[in-house]
């Protein structure tokens, strides 16, 4: 980014964005506005995202896994890339992996996160919305056919029973009268709770089947019958995401971009838990064949690299006097072409001219001056003491010091 798209993104933002900026910087959080602002080596990361992006065009599989310690700006970077996608035209979801409550190997509760997570470029609609919005503007006549037409805009990977929501969603009730409605055989004929199942149902949530059977059957989808309802094991989510990347690139979007952050919290789980998600990892990193539009993007810290390398992948296990491995294959071999962007610690020149968006970025926001030299001297001064820092502490740091700056001027002019 450079100066002068910084200094008209400064002057072109309101008062109020810029104050919950500093604001959320004091605190240590991220911003997407401070993101846009204060992203050093933006240039570096833009080619590694743009690779991706490029493979994508050329129906190529597509990954990237930002690799650095802790505090040296992997959620930063994350952040910054999101929003350089969502201005290419991706849809994107972003995560954070955690070994309890989003533990990777667990791909439905991951998968229930990126549907929940799901952001499309200018606007806040909903998936849901969004899909119905697009299959109107389709001109698709639903009741001609049984349905095939609309079958047809679906993607082929998507398994059955999501292709059935999916189908539903885009539907309308079948209209009854008011004295069929109060026949015993459509006593199932809950309208009202329709969506609300449906919308579970997308998400990865339990839904009685039965109770979906119902759904199918007033919404008009015939086809709900020739196939199980029923999801195991983490293949039909994982499946569910690609085909949803197919499905956005169908709709006009370059893609569906998945950012999942804190990606070492998977080494972070026992060991019969690490094999499951090396197993699904595999799959995105090198699935059998590419999956258009699929854009997955990992945030991972040395150490996970590390644990990959320890593990003892000839470990079994003893299961009816049968003995099992625990991994499919030795991962550290078979992951060594991975695409990897490898960040670096900012140079005390990066930190300098960063320092000085930030001061400006400052005045703007409080409506002050603070380039006189001795307030220069200070932050070159905070910035050799917090040199050991992470970065969001350093950062941090600086607009204490900008905020002890703007004071002392507020009551010297009082």
């Not at 992203?39 to 930002?66: M, Q, V, W």
């Not at 309208?191 to 997308?202: G, I, N, T």
């Not at 950012?259 to 699935?287: A, H, T, W």
């Not at 409080?366 to 917090?386: C, G, H, M, S």
């Amino acid at each position: 980014m450079d100066d002068s798209y910084f200094l008209n993104t400064l002057n072109n933002v309101g008062n109020f964005k810029l104050r919950r900026a500093v604001e959320r910087l004091r605190e240590g959080l991220f911003d997407p506005l401070g993101v846009k602002l204060l992203t050093a080596g933006e240039a570096d990361l833009n080619r590694a995202f743009g690779k991706g992006a490029l493979d994508l065009e050329k129906n190529s599989a597509a990954h990237l896994c930002i690799c650095g310690s802790y505090g040296q700006g992997k959620s930063h970077s994350l952040t910054y890339i999101k929003e350089q996608a969502l201005s290419q035209s991706f849809v994107v979801s972003q995560i954070n992996l955690d070994p309890r409550e989003i533990p990777f190997h667990d791909f439905k509760r991951v998968y229930t996160e990126l549907i929940t997570r799901i952001k499309f470029p200018g606007t806040e609609t909903s998936l849901i919305n969004h899909w119905k919005t697009w299959i109107k503007q389709q001109n698709i006549s639903f009741e001609k056919n049984n349905g095939q037409g609309l079958l047809n805009m679906i993607p082929d990977e998507m398994p059955h029973l999501f292709k059935s929501v999916m189908a539903a969603l885009a539907q309308n009730n079948i209209s009854l009268s008011d004295r069929e409605k109060r026949l015993k055989k459509h006593a199932a004929f809950r309208p009202r709770e329709f969506p609300y199942l449906l919308s579970r149902a997308l998400l990865g949530e339990s839904v009685p089947v039965y109770r979906l059977k119902k759904v199918f059957k007033y919404r008009q989808v015939s086809f709900y019958k020739e196939d199980s309802l029923s999801c195991k094991g983490p293949e039909p989510y994982l499946n569910m995401t690609y085909a949803l990347a197919r499905l956005f690139k169908n709709m006009g979007f370059s893609g569906w971009v998945l950012l999942f952050d804190e990606g070492e919290s998977i080494v972070q789980s026992p060991v019969f838990s690490r094999s499951k998600s090396y197993k699904i990892l595999n799959r995105i990193f090198f699935s059998e064949k590419p999956m258009p539009g699929f854009y997955p993007i990992f945030a991972f810290t040395e150490d996970f690299f590390l644990k990959v390398e320890e593990e003892d992948y000839e470990r079994t296990r003893i299961r009816n006097e049968i003995e099992i491995p625990y991994f499919d294959q030795n991962y550290a071999k078979a992951w060594r072409d991975l695409n990897i962007y490898r960040l670096h610690d900012l140079s005390p020149k990066q930190w300098e001219h960063l320092s000085e968006k930030l001061m400006l970025l400052h005045a703007e926001a409080y409506a002050w001056q603070p380039f006189e030299t001795n307030v220069y001297d200070q932050i070159r001064n905070k910035l050799k003491e917090t040199g050991d820092l992470e970065t969001r502490f350093k950062l941090k740091a600086l607009v204490e010091q900008l905020d002890i700056a703007h004071q002392k001027r507020v009551l010297k002019n009082y």
